[in-house]
């Protein structure tokens, strides 16, 4: 069971980029899915998640400028990022929690992708 985050890169500030997050090896659609990020010199936090019934949480910073989908025929979750700020750069991961439900809680979740670096320019 792998997941793989991609579609990170360099943008400028008010910008967009789409993260994806694949999965390989296990049914994603009943999966809850995170991401997450971890600026230089901070702790990980929670950005979105969406649970196997589809409820969507974001945290503040990303509400109205983020969104979380996804594609369960693709076995695949993305993160739209529009909007971006300077202060959304960081490396961002996705993961899976088995239990379905969405934990806003890092340790709760059962796999993890590598991260997707996202560095936006002012």
């Known amino acids: 069971v792998q997941l793989q985050a991609s579609g990170g890169g360099l943008v400028q500030a008010g910008g967009s980029l789409r993260l994806s997050c694949a999965a390989s090896?296990?049914?994603?659609?009943?999966?809850?899915v995170g991401w997450f990020r971890q600026a230089p010199g901070k702790e990980r936090e929670l950005v979105a998640l969406i649970n196997s019934g589809g409820s969507i949480y974001y945290a503040d910073s990303a509400k109205g400028r983020f969104t979380i989908s996804r594609d369960n025929a693709k076995n695949t979750v993305y993160l739209q990022m529009n909007s971006l700020k300077p202060e959304d750069t960081a490396v961002y991961y996705c993961?899976?929690?088995?239990?379905?439900?969405?934990?806003?809680?890092?340790?709760?979740?059962?796999?993890w992708g590598q991260g997707t670096l996202v560095t936006v320019s002012s």
């Open positions: 090896g296990c049914t994603f659609s009943s999966d809850a």
């Open positions: 993961a899976a929690d088995f239990s379905g439900s969405g934990s806003h809680y890092e340790y709760e979740y059962d796999i």
